[in-house]
């Protein structure tokens, strides 16, 4: 099977039957060659509904997560946009393809490095390096921010860094209950969540919950 085929595959046979139908989402699925995101040896892999490691011990989501949530979060060309975890960089290109601008952060300068290479192809991205788990203090609002680990709460920074409308897409809670969510600033100080699906995905880096201790 060639990489193109396993492409049309992903999403005919594993995205679309995920309730993924805005053809938006699909045609950057489409669009996207997947396999450029991934070591030489995974490529073979790429287009399979599973988390790939992609060094630094994190992982790259599977296909049907990362189409799920943008398609929930609906971003608008006009947008600005805040993600939280480059990793790959593959997420990272599908919202460079739905929005104005985005500006992405990653913990580890070995996976930005290599995204950056990944992403040159693409719009104007802001390439940031530190720990974000709980804020990124650039002084900024964005539309939309995207946590691509799991925490076991959302920030307040985060929310509070949002716009009238702007949305948060995250995994909160612990293994092994999980939840997709977006989160809605719908007014100065209102919220509202949105839960999607259960799932478990590793958490964010300096975002693990914090260990139980039992007599």
């Given at each position: 099977?060639?990489?193109e ?25 489409m669009?996207?060659?997947r ?26 989501l ?21 993600e ?41 991205i ?21 946590l691509?680990g ?19 897409a ?15 600033r ?18 964010l ?9 039992k007599?």
């Amino acid at each position: 099977m060639t990489l193109e085929q396993a492409r049309f595959n992903m999403v005919e046979q594993q995205i679309r039957p995920w309730d993924v139908l805005d053809a938006k989402v699909l045609d950057l699925f489409m669009s996207i060659p997947r396999h450029q995101f991934v070591s030489e040896a995974q490529q073979s892999l790429a287009y399979t509904d599973t988390a790939l490691p992609i060094g630094e011990g994190q992982f790259m989501l599977p296909p049907t997560l990362e189409a799920r949530m943008l398609q929930a979060l609906d971003i608008d060309e006009t947008e600005t946009v805040l993600e939280i975890g480059t990793g790959s960089g593959f997420n990272t290109a599908l919202l460079s393809k739905s929005a104005a601008q985005v500006t992405t952060v990653e913990y580890f300068p070995a996976l930005i490095e290599t995204a950056k290479t990944r992403l040159k192809a693409f719009n104007p991205i802001e390439f940031c390096q530190g720990d974000a788990s709980q804020d990124w203090q650039d002084g900024k609002q964005y539309d939309v921010i995207y946590l691509t680990g799991a925490v076991t709460n959302i920030s307040t920074q985060y929310l509070e860094k949002l716009t009238i409308g702007g949305r948060v897409a995250a995994f909160v809670g612990t293994k092994p209950a999980m939840s997709a969510c977006i989160t809605t600033r719908v007014g100065e100080n209102e919220w509202e969540t949105e839960i999607l699906f259960e799932t478990v995905v590793p958490a964010l880096i300096h975002a693990e919950p914090k260990p139980t201790f039992k007599l």
